[in-house]
């Protein structure tokens, strides 16, 4: 029953997560049709007969083709290249042990974001890239163990059981990476890399929300623009990519909570997997 | 375990993998080569020998002799494993660990150790859209070459021997599409070099498209020329992922196919941004354009897809297709014969015309079970290969250069070239005149009649059109509309820009069929330069 409970938690954010990752891509793909984006050295198609179609058209002129040609087939945007923009989603899921006084449900733990990219070559072999996202984690509080994560805060008691407990915060991210690519003679693609880097997040806002059930009656109460976490965070990252897609693994430097009021600490540990859109 | 240590545990588990991902493989190049006992009428099929005697190459060229046998074997006992060997560069492919490498590369006939890194990439399969199911596009691919006749006269490419590497002919063994090829033993040899065996009729169907484009047969009639050629065939590709060694397949079977005595090789195989950037198109850089150049010093043509980059972020010819010596094919919508809209453009990074001539790359193809229509430079190719052989069957006296230079003579848009078209689709009416009213030897001359002039008597600068009544018409029958062609030429003579126009009829003529005036817009054309037409057959340039 828990478990179940857990899953239904777990599939709307994966979903949100997916949409996110499908607008982005959508829009990434419309950018490589829409010849009116092309940039000034390709090709502006006016139109192209379809096969079958034995209609020759109108009697006014019409432009079939219009190609300005170049010369100079150094690129200084692509992946490969000079410069380089790419949108990321990412999914992760808590790892890692919490402290004393409180026990989250992993899996239904997990962190989602979407972002952009910008990618600086230095070398075959070394880029620098900044990141710049939306990020959204929650922490799915298990009731099965003693537990008094904010109890004594919230419900001024301590050991309370809800049927359902959790805690998250949105928050905005930006990120730098030293880019180490195993293949420093590729083409123009992003290859296999290691990612080493740190994020730092701005906390726009956070929340509790605790569901129970009293006499038949489902009772949610949620708190958000709460005093107790940091505003500022940051992460030491490592990313392991292969092309379009990278493991990710994030490890929480600051604590979620200020000092003052002593909450336990939810694991620090995340492992993920990003996934960039394609140029 | 403290979170530290798990974090530290964790990144050193991932380069772990990443290192065992990394593998390396090198080309070997070796300093010099046992010359003593080669005998190239044991080595070479006899037809390799005619050819080299045809070209006037040597017999003992020493780029033809095999990889001294002993130096592979000192290479194999430092290497986990050996690849493929190449006699045109005098090397070995081998995969070596970091602790034998510095000993490989300080072996006295050892002169240079490149790394192959390898990575696995998806990649886009055969392209096969919703295309109409009927015999529309049959009809197109064969009479956009005028390929007619050629079957009529004849001319079917008997006695020239056409290799094809691709990634696999699946189901071609069984397809009614092919069963002349088997009957009449007209498939030479097959390998697969990816397996090592001679089993090629397996993994991917896109060798059994393209070799259908060369001498398939739907309900006896011809899906390409090349119905009477023989046929040698190569596996070098993995259907669905790419590989670097693929490249080394490609050069290892083009060395094959020399020594197999292949008149033309047909590849409908490129290879972009997985290993290359745009501006090294220039047909001396990759491993694969050098083969192909090298094979074409061989005497074979070599007939190459241009690439299906044009809507992707890449838009240039593909490697091996910027070899200067590739016949480098691209794709037309055979409804009006322009471009497609995947084909890619020219010219190659060196400024090199490419692609040389168009194909239909709307395809009726056999697909390993059934008919079925496909897109693709990569059916366009193999049109011009079977195309090439009828030619070469007509003229068999001629080099493979004599013939790379008169099918670009035979576009239609001759002397006209642009970095979409070439020269224009390859017409079979050019080399029939050519062949039976042969007088001085001299290519026949095309478009004698003005079709169109210059008005520059105002501030714009218009092209006239002449009636399309043209008795002396020499555009493609079956084309239904007539399109003119036009570029923009700089002060160096390099082409600035080039469209192709679709001429408005004029409303207010009394008389039926007269075109509008094309008047240029002067805010996309260089100062001071050419502007170059071609309409109708005819071609004529003006300064402005």
């Known amino acids: ?53 034995n209609d020759s058209g109108a009697t006014d002129a019409m432009t079939v083709i219009n190609v300005p040609v170049t010369y ?18 990412y999914f992760g899921v808590v790892v890692g042990p919490s402290d004393t006084g409180v026990k989250l449900n992993y899996g239904a733990s997990n962190e989602w974001a979407i972002g952009w990219r910008y990618k600086r070559k230095l070398s075959g072999m070394f880029a620098l890239c900044a990141d ?37 915060y949105y928050s905005l991210a930006l990120g730098g990476f030293l880019r180490v690519n195993f293949d420093p003679h590729r083409g123009d693609y992003l290859g296999h890399y290691i990612d080493l880097g740190a994020t730092g997040s701005f906390l726009v806002s956070n929340r509790y929300v605790a569901i129970d059930e009293r006499r038949d009656a489902r009772v949610k109460s949620k ?17 392991l990519g292969f092309n379009f897609i990278a493991l990710v693994a994030k490890y929480r430097m600051t604590d979620i909570f200020k000092e003052q009021y002593r909450f336990p600490e939810f694991p620090r540990l995340m492992l993920g997997l990003e996934v960039n859109s394609l140029d | 375990m403290s979170p530290g240590r798990r974090l530290f545990s964790l990144l050193f588990f991932l380069f772990i993998c990443s290192q065992v991902h990394a593998q390396t493989k090198y080309w070997v190049f070796f300093t010099d080569k046992d010359t003593t006992g080669f005998n190239p009428y044991a080595f070479f099929d006899q037809n390799a020998i005619a050819r080299r005697q045809k070209t006037g190459l040597s017999l003992y060229d020493y780029s033809d002799i095999p990889v001294n046998p002993v130096y592979i074997q000192k290479v194999a006992g430092l290497s986990d494993s050996i690849g493929n060997t190449t006699r045109w560069f005098n090397g070995v492919g081998a995969w070596i660990g970091d602790a034998n490498l510095p000993a490989v590369q300080h072996l006295p006939f050892v002169r240079e150790v490149v790394p192959m890194t390898i990575h696995l990439e998806p990649t886009i399969g055969p392209i096969n859209f919703d295309l109409p199911d009927d015999s529309e596009l049959l009809n197109l691919q064969i009479e956009r070459l ?46 697969d070099f990816i397996k090592h065996d001679s089993d090629v009729y397996h993994y991917g169907t896109h060798g059994t498209m393209v070799l259908s484009c060369l001498a398939g047969v739907q309900n006896d009639t011809a899906m390409g020329l090349a119905q009477d050629a023989e046929f040698l065939l190569a596996r070098t590709e993995r259907d669905m992922t790419e590989w670097k060694d693929e490249e080394d397949n490609w050069l290892a079977a083009v060395e094959w196919a020399d020594q197999q005595g292949a008149h033309i090789v047909s590849s409908s195989l490129g290879y972009t941004d997985r290993r290359y950037f745009p501006y090294q198109m220039n047909g001396h850089t990759s491993l694969v354009s050098r083969a192909a150049n090298m094979a074409a010093g061989k005497g074979m043509l070599v007939v190459i897809a241009a690439g299906n980059e044009a809507r992707n972020s890449w838009k240039y010819i593909c ?17 009006n014969d322009t471009r497609a809209s995947f084909s ?43 195309f090439a052989a009828c030619v ?87 084309v239904d509309e007539k399109l003119v062609y036009y570029q923009a030429l700089d002060t160096n003579g390099k082409i600035a820009r080039y469209y192709v126009i679709k001429p408005g009829m004029d409303p207010h003529a009394e008389a039926d069929k007269i075109y509008s005036p094309i008047t240029l817009n002067w805010d996309e054309i260089p100062e001071h330069g050419i502007i170059r037409v071609f309409f109708d057959g005819y071609t004529n340039e003006e300064k402005y």
């Open chain 1, 223 to 239: 708190f958000t623009g709460m005093p107790y976490t940091n505003p500022f965070q940051y992460d030491l990252t490592a990313k």
């Open chain 2, 146 to 191: 005028q390929g007619r006749q050629f079957l009529e006269k004849g001319f079917k490419g008997k006695g020239i021997r056409i290799a094809v590497l691709d990634v696999g002919f699946k189901g071609a063994r069984n397809h009614p599409a092919f069963t002349h090829l088997f009957k009449n033993n007209q498939i030479v040899e097959t390998y």
């Open chain 2, 392 to 478: 070469w069957n007509m003229f068999p006296e001629w080099t493979n250069m004599e013939l790379y230079k008169a099918i670009e003579q035979s576009g239609y848009l001759y002397p006209y070239y642009d970095y979409s078209h070439g020269y224009g689709t390859p017409q079979a009416s050019y080399f029939l005149t050519r062949k039976y009213n042969e007088t001085s030897g001299e290519a026949p001359v095309k478009g004698k009649a003005a079709t169109f002039h210059f008005d520059t008597t105002n501030y714009d600068f218009a092209i006239i059109l002449h009636s399309m009544n043209s008795e002396d018409s020499t555009v493609i029958p079956g």
């Open chain 1, 1 to 53: 029953m828990k478990k179940n409970t857990n899953y239904k938690s777990l599939m709307p954010r994966l979903q949100m997560a997916m949409l996110f990752g499908i607008l982005l891509f959508s829009v990434r793909a419309k950018g490589q049709t829409d010849t009116a984006s092309l940039p000034a050295d390709t090709v502006k198609e006016v139109t192209e007969p379809e096969i079958g179609d």
């Open chain 2, 319 to 335: 490697t091996p297709g910027d070899a200067d010596s590739a016949l480098t094919v691209g794709a037309t919508n055979p409804k």
């Open chain 1, 132 to 168: 710049f996202g939306l990020h959204s984690a929650e922490f799915n509080i298990s009731q099965s163990a003693k537990n008094y994560f904010l109890d004594t805060t919230f419900w001024q008691q301590s050991d309370i059981s809800h049927k359902k407990e959790r805690f998250g």
């Open chain 1, 72 to 89: 100079d087939f150094k690129k200084k945007y692509g992946p490969n290249e000079p410069n380089y923009v790419q949108g990321y989603t």
């Open chain 2, 344 to 386: 890619s453009y020219g010219p190659s990074a060196d400024g090199e015309l490419k692609p040389n001539v168009v194909a239909p790359g709307y395809a009726w193809v056999a697909d390993g079970v059934k008919y079925s229509s496909a897109m693709g430079t990569s059916f366009a190719t193999p049109l011009v290969a079977g």
